[in-house]
């Protein structure tokens, strides 16, 4: 049974910063792209960050690129995304995903939703001004 349970959300001010993580269990994170995707009220998910199975492969959306990384610490089974510099336009339902695929244009298909087969339940990330 897959669980991809998410932590480190909270209520912050403009300007700070989060690591948000993503605990993996019946899956190996090494063998999946991984994903991370957010929500807010009213909106629809949308792409944040992916780091390929590889691990030195790793790809943003435009909206936190430059204030993002994302990583993978293999041990622990656990993957990460640091937010710096957070705006309230961050606010949102952050979650984790993970597809077993491998594709050759990776960053056009890790953006996409139904692309990913295991979600996480969220955690929520409010930025205040």
């Known amino acids: 049974q897959v669980q991809l349970v998410e932590s480190g959300g909270g209520l912050v001010q403009a300007g700070d910063s989060l690591r948000l993580s993503c605990a993996a269990s019946?899956?190996?994170?090494?063998?999946?792209?991984m994903g991370w995707f957010r929500q807010a009220p009213g909106k629809e998910r949308e792409f944040v960050a992916a780091?390929?199975?590889?691990?030195?492969?790793?790809f943003y959306s435009d909206s936190v690129k430059g204030r993002s990384t994302i990583s993978r610490d293999n041990a622990k089974n656990t993957v990460y995304v640091q937010m710096n510099s957070l705006k309230p336009e961050d606010t949102a339902v952050y979650y984790c995903?993970?597809?077993?695929?491998?594709?050759?244009?990776?960053?056009?298909?890790?953006?996409?939703?139904?692309?990913?087969?295991?979600w996480g339940q969220g955690t929520q990330v409010t930025v205040s001004s």
């Open positions: 019946g899956l190996t994170v090494s063998n999946y792209a």
């Open positions: 780091i390929r199975q590889s691990g030195s492969v790793t």
């Open positions: 995903a993970a597809t077993p695929r491998w594709y050759t244009n990776s960053y056009y298909y890790l953006q996409r939703t139904d692309e990913y087969d295991y």
